[in-house]
């Protein structure tokens, strides 16, 4: 039986690091927090600095992204990023929720000429509106890492975005206890090439569960 589970462990770090090969190749942007903040900001300014601590079940190596308040509209924003109008989308990330508002990730949307359009939530709290006609993936009360993604095709007339994310303010979006949660992983891959990530995100965690 142990000999088994070594063969199946040393299948799955193959098929990981090449999956992920094929997967980098494609990835549009990713934030693993492992340099740091990387341009990333509050919408508070220097009275709420982007925090990053050490993790030592962070799905992919050490570093997150820990919040520890409740927001609306957005609370961090990653640097502009140029998107393709008419193209679709996979953004994804990794999320450890552990107590207050439901997580969200999403982004603002901006022209060619760098002005807001208008924001995006496509993770988040079940049932809520992306904005784009239809609802977000849903982030369930569960404990531990979980990959969430969904695909959206940018709008003529948007040439840029921020990914953004935050706990989000509500009475009624809480999980109870102090707001406290964890990103990792963030992403947006092109379509179809999201698939490979998809797969990638989810060894990774299978391969972390078998571990223990």
């Known amino acids: 039986m142990k000999r088994s589970k070594k ?10 690091v090449t999956v992920l090969e094929r ?12 340099s740091g903040a990387a341009g990333w900001y509050s919408k508070h300014g220097s009275s709420d600095p982007v925090t990053i601590i050490f993790n030592s079940e962070a799905p992919s190596p050490t570093m997150v ?13 990653s640097p ?32 060619s000429d760098q002005e ?19 609802t977000v993936t849903p982030v369930p009360i569960v404990d531990g890492w979980h990959w969430y993604e969904k695909t959206v095709t940018i709008d003529e007339g948007t040439a840029y975005i921020r990914l953004m994310n935050e706990l989000f303010n509500s009475p009624s979006a809480t ?16 379509e179809p090439a999201s ?15 078998s571990i223990k």
Do not use: H
Not at 99 to 108: A, E, K, L, Q, R
Not at 195 to 209: D, E, T, V
């Open 116 to 134: 807001f359009l208008s924001p995006v939530w496509l993770i988040g709290q079940p049932g809520y509106n992306t904005g784009l006609g239809d």
């Open 195 to 209: 698939m490979l990530l998809l797969g990638a995100g989810g060894i990774a965690l299978l391969r972390k569960r």
């Open 65 to 77: 992204q820990q919040i520890t308040r409740m927001d609306s509209w957005g609370n961090y924003f």
């Open 7 to 16: 063969v199946m462990l040393a299948v799955l770090v193959i098929v990981q």
């Open 23 to 34: 997967a980098n190749a494609a990835v549009e942007y990713i934030q693993d927090w492992e």
């Open 175 to 190: 999980r109870g206890g102090l707001p406290l949660a964890y990103f990792d992983d963030i992403t947006i891959t092109p």
């Open 80 to 111: 502009l990023i140029p998107v393709t109008p008419g193209e679709t989308y996979c953004i994804g990330g990794c999320i450890n929720w552990v107590s207050g508002g439901w997580p969200f990730i999403g982004f603002y949307q901006y022209s």
